[in-house]
C-alpha cells in the first residue's frame, strides 16, 4: 500500500507539472496513454516524466546551438517542453511510435522552429545525425538491447545518452565496449516532492565508438 505522504505529494508535483506545461504548451502533457505497440515492437505506454526529475539527470546538460538532442519515444513532449523552458539553444527531435501521441506532440510545438517531432519507429533512424539521446524507458529490455546493438552498428562519432528509469534493462551497458558511465543515481524526491511514487534510477552514459 502507497504511504499516504507520498501519494499526496506525488500528486501535488503532478499538479505542479500540469501547471508547467500548460504555460509552454497549453495543454497537461502528463496524462498517461496505453500502448498498441507492446507486442509488436516492445514498447511500453506514454509517460511524462516529472521536471524536477528532468532537472536532476540532466542538470550537467549545457546545450550549444550545434547540439543535435533526440527524445526516443518523446510522448507528448514533456522533455521537449523541459527544454524550451530552459532556452535550450539547440535542434530538438522528438520520435514517437503511436500517431495519436504524436499528433498531440506536433500540435503544440510546431510553433518553435528549432523542433522536430517524428512519427514511426526509433529503430528507423540514423543517430549520426544526433549528439545526445534522451529515454525514458520507451522500449521493453529485450527491445532496449537491440537498440543499443543498431546504436553501436550505426555511430560514427560520440554520443551521451540520458536514460531515465534504467534499472531494468540499464545494466546492458555495463562493462561493454565504448560506453562509459558517467553517473547513476536513485531518484525519488527531489524539491521537496515526491516527484515519484516509489524510487527510480537513471544513468547518465557516454558512447565512443572504436572506429
Known amino acids: 500500500m502507497l504511504n499516504p505522504i507520498v501519494a499526496i505529494s506525488n500528486k ?13 504548451s497549453g495543454r497537461n502533457l502528463g496524462v498517461f496513454v496505453p500502448t498498441p505497440f507492446a507486442k509488436s515492437h516492445g514498447a511500453t505506454g506514454s509517460q ?14 549545457d546545450p550549444k546551438p550545434d547540439d543535435s538532442f533526440i527524445d526516443i519515444g518523446c510522448g507528448k513532449g514533456r522533455v521537449i517542453a523541459y527544454l524550451l523552458r530552459n ?3 539547440c535542434k530538438i527531435t522528438g520520435i514517437e511510435l503511436n500517431p ?3 499528433s ?9 522552429k528549432n523542433v522536430e517531432i517524428v512519427e514511426g ?4 533512424l540514423d543517430y549520426n545525425d544526433y549528439n545526445v539521446l534522451f529515454m525514458y524507458r520507451p522500449m521493453e529490455t529485450d527491445t532496449f538491447k537491440l537498440f543499443v546493438n543498431l546504436l553501436e552498428m550505426q555511430l560514427t562519432h560520440k554520443i551521451k545518452l540520458y536514460y531515465y528509469v534504467d534499472h531494468q534493462s540499464g ?27 516509489e524510487p ?3 544513468s547518465v552514459w557516454e558512447y565512443l565508438p572504436d572506429n
Request: glycine letters at 8%; a positive charge; charged letters at 30%.
Open 12 to 24: 501535488l508535483s503532478c499538479m505542479l507539472d500540469a501547471g508547467r506545461d500548460k504555460k509552454i
Open 87 to 89: 532556452n535550450c539553444p
Open 48 to 61: 511524462s516524466a516529472p521536471y524536477l526529475g528532468l532537472a536532476k539527470v540532466m542538470e550537467d546538460f
Open 104 to 112: 498531440v506532440a506536433r500540435s503544440w510545438t510546431s510553433r518553435f
Open 171 to 197: 545494466y546492458y551497458l555495463n562493462d561493454r565496449p565504448g560506453w562509459n558511465l558517467i553517473r547513476r543515481e536513485d531518484i525519488y524526491r527531489e524539491g521537496g516532492y515526491y516527484i515519484h511514487k
Open 100 to 102: 495519436s501521441v504524436a
Open 200 to 202: 527510480q534510477r537513471f
Open 121 to 124: 519507429d526509433a529503430f528507423g
